[in-house]
C-alpha cells in the first residue's frame, strides 16, 4: 500500500470513526424481511458475487446454494450447487457450513466451500470452478479438495470461510466435539482443530495443494506442528468477520458449560480454550502459559453473570458472530460490532475503542433463531433465520437514507 493511499485511508478512517462517539447511545434495531419468494430451508450463509453481477448467493445447510438478482423478491432463484446426495448435514451442526468467492472470481469463475462428511467422519474445504458455459452453475465436476479435517465427534466444526484482507484464505476449524475437548485439541498445535487456518490457495507446493503463507506464526516449525495454523485455543468460532475499515478480524467463539465470548483474532493468538473458557479457568494447563482474554463475554444463566466481567449482560447460550457496520444508510450504527444469541434470538451490539468496550447493549430483542450474519457490498447487514427467512437489519432512529460517507479501500494492510 502506497504512503497516499495509506494517508487517504486514514483520513476516511478518522472521519467515519468520529461517528461512534463513546458517549453515542446504541441505536436499537428492526429486522425488516427481504427476498420473501426466496424458498430456502436452513439459510446459513449469503454473499454478494463479487463479480458486479448483481447476484446473491445463499446457502443451505443441507448441501444447496441458490443465486438470483439483488433487488429482486427471491422467486426466480437457481441453484447454483447441489452436493445434498452427501448428506452433509446428518448432525444438527454438520452440512455445507461455509462458502466464499476468490477474489479474482470474476477471471477465474473459483469458489470454495467447507462441508461435512460421514464414514468416516471428517470436515472438507474444497475448490470448484463456475460452469464456463453458464455463469448460474457451478461445474460439480471441477472440485479440487484442499484440506480433509477428521473430526472425532459430530459437533464443533467451525466452517467459516473467507479471504482476508491480505489475500489469504482463511478458515475455522472446531476443536473435534465431546465434552470438553476431550483430547485437547484446541491447545494441541500438532492438530488443526480448535483453530483459524491461513492457507495460500493460489500457490500450491509438490505436497500440498495449497501453500503455507511464509509468515504464518508456526511456518517455520518442525516436530509435527501444523503450518496452517493462525490462531488457536478456540472451541468453535461461529462466525469471524473482518471490520472493512480497519482490517481487524472479530469472531465468535461457542462456549461449552458456562460462557460465550467476542474475541480479536490476531496471528498466533492463543485463546486459552480448553484451559479458560471465556475470562475463566476451565481445566488444569501448562504452568505460566499466557492467553489472549476475550473482548467480551457473556453467561449462560443469571446466577453465573455475577461472575462476568460484564453482570449486566443478558445471558444466552450460543453465540452468532456477526460484523461491524460500515455501510452507509445509519450513521449511528457506525462502527458497531453485531452479534447474536442462537437460543434467544437477542441481537446486541458493542462499540470497542482503545482497546475497551465503551458501549455494549440489547439492540433487538426477537424470537427467532439467528442462524448467521451477513454484509453485502455496500455493507449493509442481514440477519439469517431458521424460520426460513432473510431480514435486512436497520437502525429504528435513522428511517432516511444518509449520504454515503468516507469509504475504506477494498484491501486495507493486514492485521498483525
Known amino acids: 500500500m502506497t504512503s497516499l493511499t495509506r494517508l487517504g485511508w486514514a483520513v476516511g478512517a478518522s472521519a467515519l470513526l468520529a461517528c461512534a462517539a463513546p458517549g453515542q447511545p446504541l441505536p436499537k434495531l428492526r429486522m425488516r424481511l427481504v427476498f420473501p419468494h426466496l424458498v430456502i430451508q436452513r439459510p446459513i450463509w449469503m454473499e454478494d458475487a463479487p463479480d458486479d453481477s448483481g447476484r446473491v448467493f445463499v446457502v443451505e445447510q443441507a448441501g444447496r446454494i441458490v443465486a438470483f438478482p439483488r433487488g429482486s423478491d427471491g ?14 448435514l446428518v448432525a444438527n ?47 460439480p465436476a471441477s472440485e479440487r479438495v484442499l484440506l480433509t479435517i477428521p473430526h472425532p465427534f459430530d459437533n464443533n466444526h467451525g466452517g467459516q470461510l473467507g479471504f482476508g484482507p491480505d489475500g489469504y484464505f482463511y478458515l475455522t476449524s472446531g476443536d473435534g466435539g465431546g465434552p470438553g475437548d476431550p483430547y485437547n485439541n484446541g491447545q494441541n498445535v500438532a492438530s488443526l482443530l480448535g483453530k483459524v487456518l491461513r492457507l495460500d490457495v493460489d500457490h500450491p507446493t509438490r505436497t500440498l495443494p495449497y501453500g503455507i503463507p511464509p509468515d504464518n506464526p508456526f511456518a517455520s516449525e518442525g516436530n509435527g506442528v501444523r503450518h496452517e495454523i493462525w490462531a488457536y485455543g478456540l472451541r468453535n468460532v461461529w462466525r469471524m468477520s473482518w471490520d472493512r475499515l480497519t482490517g481487524e478480524l472479530w469472531g465468535a467463539d461457542v462456549g461449552a458449560d458456562k460462557w460465550e465470548e467476542v474475541d480479536l483474532l490476531v496471528k498466533g493468538g492463543n485463546y486459552g480454550w480448553c484451559v479458560r473458557e471465556g475470562f475463566h479457568h476451565f481445566k488444569p494447563g501448562p504452568p505460566g502459559a499466557r492467553y489472549l482474554e476475550p473482548v467480551l463475554e457473556y453467561a449462560h444463566n443469571p446466577l453465573l453473570a455475577k461472575e462476568s466481567r460484564f453482570p449486566n449482560h443478558a445471558f444466552g447460550n450460543c453465540i452468532i458472530g456477526g460484523y461491524v457496520y460500515r455501510g452507509s444508510r445509519f450513521p449511528a450504527l457506525q462502527g458497531v460490532y453485531l452479534y447474536a444469541d442462537y437460543t434467544l434470538g437477542t441481537i446486541w451490539g458493542l462499540r470497542y475503542q482503545h482497546g475497551k468496550v465503551t458501549a455494549d447493549a440489547a439492540l433487538l430483542e426477537q424470537p427467532k433463531n439467528i442462524a448467521s450474519f451477513a454484509q453485502d457490498a455496500q455493507g449493509e447487514l442481514y ?29 486495507v494492510a493486514a492485521t498483525p
Open 93 to 139: 451442526t454438520q452440512g455445507l457450513l461455509g462458502f466464499a468467492f476468490h477474489p479474482r472470481y470474476r477471471a477465474n469463475g473459483k469458489f470454495y466451500v467447507f462441508y461435512s462428511q460421514e464414514n468416516p467422519r471428517r470436515n472438507v474445504v474444497s475448490e470448484f470452478h463456475v460452469d464456463p458455459s453458464d455463469p448460474n452453475r457451478a461445474d
Open 75 to 88: 422467486g426466480a432463484a437457481r441453484e447454483f450447487l447441489n452436493i445434498t446426495d452427501r448428506r452433509p
Open 383 to 411: 440477519a439469517l433465520a431458521f424460520d426460513d427467512h432473510i431480514y435486512a437489519l436497520e437502525a429504528v432512529e435513522a428511517n432516511v437514507t444518509a449520504a454515503p460517507g468516507p469509504r475504506p479501500p477494498e484491501r
